[in-house]
């Protein structure tokens, strides 16, 4: 047991609750998937492939913006998305280090 964690996060942890809540819903989950490697997509089309309320996929997105795994860009009346993968890569680095950091390689006993 490592009781040290009970008070505080690892370190650079904080900023992470939201990137993983926001990863929670399903609906947030398949909005990252349907972007291909670099692709900006404006909110309209994102819409569009949902059975689900313009106002409701609005909401996610700006979940998904706020939690850094988005990035939106203005351009005139429509609003374009990509993910931020910079961010995202960079806090998946950080969890596999932590957990990597912290495995214990299991030794089976010979037969």
Same mark, same amino acid.
């Given at each position: 047991?490592?009781?040290?964690?009970?008070?505080? !996060?690892? =370190?650079?942890? =904080?900023?992470? &609750?939201?990137?993983? &809540?926001?990863?929670?819903?399903?609906?947030?989950?398949? +909005?990252?998937?349907?972007?291909?490697?670099?692709?900006? +997509?404006?909110? @309209?089309? +994102?819409?569009?492939?949902? %059975?689900?309320?313009?106002?409701?996929?609005?909401?996610?997105?700006?979940? !998904?913006? @706020?939690? =850094?795994?988005?990035?939106?860009?203005?351009?005139?009346? =429509?609003? #374009? #998305?990509?993910? @931020?993968?910079? #961010?995202?890569?960079?806090?998946?680095?950080? *969890?596999?280090?932590? *957990?990597? &950091?912290?495995? *214990? &390689? *299991? +030794? %089976?006993?010979?037969?």
């Amino acid at each position: 047991m490592n009781p040290e964690f009970a008070d505080r !996060l690892p =370190e650079n942890w =904080e900023r992470f &609750s939201r990137f993983f &809540s926001a990863l929670g819903d399903t609906t947030r989950q398949q +909005i990252l998937l349907v972007f291909e490697p670099g692709e900006e +997509i404006c909110v @309209n089309h +994102i819409a569009r492939l949902f %059975k689900i309320s313009r106002p409701a996929i609005s909401h996610h997105l700006k979940v !998904l913006r @706020n939690a =850094e795994l988005l990035v939106s860009e203005k351009r005139g009346k =429509e609003v #374009y #998305y990509h993910i @931020n993968q910079a #961010y995202c890569a960079e806090v998946m680095r950080i *969890v596999h280090d932590f *957990v990597t &950091s912290r495995s *214990v &390689s *299991v +030794i %089976k006993p010979a037969a």
